[in-house]
C-alpha cells in the first residue's frame, strides 16, 4: 500500500504519512489544475513550491517518495500504476465537493485502488459537525457552533464557562488606529532556487493558459513572492504573528487601512489550507500566549480562536453539508456580470482601486476588505455570485473551492440562507468609519446622487429597493428599511444606471 497525497494535505503529522512511516508516499503535480481558472501566480508558485518542498524534506528523512509532474491528474496516475502495477493507495478524505467519488474514479481507471480515510486536518470531524447538525434548521447559526466547539475542544474554557465570562469580545474588536500608526512589518520569506524557477516558468507557462479570456493568468501585477512553502517557515510565520502582531490583533482586526495591507492579521491561512501547520498547534500556540504574556488581551485571543474554530471550521462543515446546491446558489437572482476592473483594479474608487491592486500583487488583501468591499460591491451591484466566486477562488493565494464558496456565495452574497441571517450589504458610510479610503478618493462619501457622488451610496439603496421583497420581513433589516422611504428613489435609479454604464465603459 502507498500513500496518495494531495497538495492541500502537506502535513507529516497527521494522517497515513505520520501512521505508516515505512509506505511509499506519491505526490502528482497536475498542470490540469494550474489551467481551470487564471490562477494568480502566486498562488500556482505557492501550492507547487509547498508540493516540492514536503517531498524534498520527505527524502531527506529517507522516505521514498514518487513524485510525478503531468498534464494531469489521471496521466499522473497512469503513469504511477505503469511503474507500480496493482498497488493500492490510501488518502486522507478531499475536501472538495464530489472529490471522494472523483478519485476513486481516476485510480481505478487507471489500475489501481484507493482507500479513503478520515482528514485529520481539521478540528472538527465531519461526524462531529452532523452530531452538531442534527435538528438543527438551516441557516445554522455560526455562535452556537462556535460554543459548541469551545466546549468539545476546552480552548479558552473556565470549566463550562468561557474564559473571561464572556463568549465574544468582538465590541472592543472595532478600533481604527491613528493617522500613521505603523504596525509591525509581516515576515517574508525569500524563496530558494526552486521556487523562484517555479515562479518563473508559472509565470510564463499558464500567462495565456486561460481559455476564458480576456483574462488569462497575466491579469495580475505580481510583486515579490514572500508566502512559506516549507514547514519551518510555516511555524517560523506562526512565531511571528503571535510574538509581534497578536496583541493588536483584536483591536485592529476590522480596520482598512490603505498602506498596510497585513495590519495585525496572521496571513496564516494559506499556510494552514495547505496542511503545513494544523489548526490545533496554531489555537493553542496563540492561547499560550494569551495565559504567558499580558500584552496578549482576550479580545485577540478570543478573536483569533473565534476565526479558526468558530469560523474555519465552520465553513468547511457547511460547506460538506450544503454543496452542491451551494455553488450555485442564487436567491436574490443577480445576474450582473463581475465588472472587468476587478482583474485590472482600474477603477477611480479608492477603496477598490487599492485592495484589487494589493491582490494583483500579492494574492492576498484581509477578510474586512473580502467582505466589506469587494463582496459588498458586487452584493449591491448584482454580481451573479458564482462569477464572484470564481474570482475569489484565482485571485488568492489561500482560496479553495471549500474556502471560497461558503465565504462568497454565502457571508458575501447572501446566496443561498444556508447561515447568513441577513446580506451583509453597506453604503460608503461603513468603509469610512473603518478605513482610510474615502480621504483620498475622487468621490463624496457623502454623497448619493449626482456624477461625484459614491457609487456605493446609491447602489445601497437601490438594493435594498430591488430586493424589498425578499428582505424586508427579515427582523435584522428593519432598520435598513426603516430610511428607505426617505429617498428619492427615481433619482437613485438614475444615479445607478449611470454607474452600470460607466463602470461597463470602464470608467467608474
Ligand atoms: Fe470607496 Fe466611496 Fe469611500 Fe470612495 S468614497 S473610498 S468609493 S466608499
Known amino acids: 500500500m502507498s500513500i496518495l497525497v494531495l497538495g492541500d494535505q502537506l502535513t507529516r503529522r497527521h494522517g497515513p504519512v505520520a501512521h505508516r512511516p515505512d509506505e511509499r508516499i ?12 487564471p490562477y494568480h501566480p502566486h498562488k500556482l508558485t505557492l501550492v507547487f513550491g509547498a508540493m516540492r518542498a514536503y517531498r524534498d524534506s520527505l527524502r531527506e528523512d529517507g522516505r521514498d517518495v514518487v513524485y510525478i509532474t503531468a498534464s494531469s491528474f489521471s496521466d499522473g496516475l497512469s503513469t504511477y500504476f505503469e511503474r507500480y502495477r496493482d498497488d493500492e493507495l ?34 472538527c470531524s465531519r461526524e462531529q459537525f452532523l452530531t452538531w447538525a442534527e435538528g438543527r434548521s438551516q441557516p445554522y447559526r455560526q455562535e452556537q457552533f462556535y460554543r459548541f466547539m469551545r466546549r468539545e475542544t476546552g480552548y479558552l474554557m473556565d470549566g463550562d464557562e468561557p474564559v473571561g465570562g464572556q463568549w465574544n469580545y468582538d ?23 526552486q521556487t523562484v524557477e517555479l515562479f518563473e516558468w508559472v509565470t510564463e507557462e499558464f500567462a495565456d493558459g486561460y481559455e476564458e479570456k480576456p483574462y488569462g493568468g497575466d491579469w495580475a501585477d505580481p510583486g515579490p513572492f514572500r508566502w512559506p512553502v516549507t514547514r519551518e517557515q510555516a511555524l517560523d510565520a506562526l512565531d511571528d504573528f503571535v510574538e509581534n502582531r497578536l496583541p493588536q490583533f483584536g483591536p485592529y482586526q476590522d480596520a482598512m487601512v490603505g498602506d498596510e495591507w497585513a495590519m495585525h492579521h496572521s496571513l496564516l491561512s494559506a499556510t494552514l489550507n495547505l496542511g503545513l501547520l494544523h489548526p490545533g498547534e496554531v489555537v493553542e500556540a496563540v492561547i499560550e500566549a494569551y495565559e ?46 463581475l465588472p472587468d476592473w476587478y482583474w485590472t483594479g482600474d477603477t477611480q474608487m479608492a477603496c477598490l482601486s487599492a485592495v484589487i491592486d ?41 482560496a479553495f473551492h471549500w474556502v471560497t464558496t461558503p465565504n462568497v456565495m454565502e457571508m458575501g452574497l447572501y446566496a443561498a440562507g444556508a447561515f447568513a441571517t441577513k446580506p451583509y450589504a453597506s453604503s460608503a458610510n ?49 432598520l435598513m428599511y426603516s430610511h428607505v422611504e426617505n429617498r428619492d428613489l427615481d433619482a437613485i435609479e438614475r444615479r445607478v444606471s449611470a454607474i ?4 461597463s465603459a470602464g470608467r467608474l
Not at 365 to 388: D, K, W
Open 171 to 193: 465590541e472592543r474588536n472595532r478600533a481604527v488606529p491613528e493617522e500613521g500608526y505603523e504596525p509591525p512589518a509581516p515576515p517574508r520569506y525569500e524563496p530558494d532556487e
Open 292 to 337: 504567558s504574556n499580558p500584552d496578549v488581551p482576550i479580545e485577540s485571543a478570543e478573536g483569533f480562536v473565534r476565526q479558526v474554530i468558530g469560523w474555519r471550521e465552520f465553513l468547511r462543515g457547511v460547506y460538506t453539508e450544503t454543496m452542491p446546491q451551494l455553488a450555485r446558489a442564487n436567491q436574490l437572482d443577480a445576474t450582473a456580470d
Open 430 to 478: 461603513y468603509i469610512d468609519k473603518m478605513s482610510d479610503y474615502c480621504a483620498g478618493c475622487p468621490y463624496d462619501k457623502n454623497k448619493t446622487t449626482g456624477s461625484d457622488a459614491c457609487p456605493f451610496n446609491a447602489l445601497y439603496w437601490d438594493f435594498l429597493a430591488r430586493n424589498e421583497d425578499t428582505l424586508r420581513s427579515n427582523h435584522r433589516m428593519g
Open 26 to 37: 506519491l505526490l502528482i503535480e497536475s498542470k490540469a489544475f494550474a489551467q481551470r481558472l
Open 90 to 123: 490510501v488518502m486522507m478524505r478531499p475536501i472538495s465537493a464530489g472529490a471522494d467519488s472523483k478519485f476513486q474514479h481516476l485510480v481505478e481507471e487507471a489500475g489501481g485502488s484507493l482507500t479513503i480515510v478520515d482528514n485529520e486536518l481539521f478540528l
Open 358 to 398: 494589493g491582490v494583483r500583487e500579492r494574492g492576498y488583501s484581509h477578510h474586512i476588505e473580502r467582505l466589506m468591499v469587494l463582496s459588498n460591491f458586487a452584493l449591491i451591484y448584482g454580481v451573479e455570485p458564482a462569477q464572484l466566486n470564481r474570482w475569489f477562488h484565482a485571485a488568492y493565494v489561500d
Open 500 to 503: 452600470r454604464e460607466q463602470s
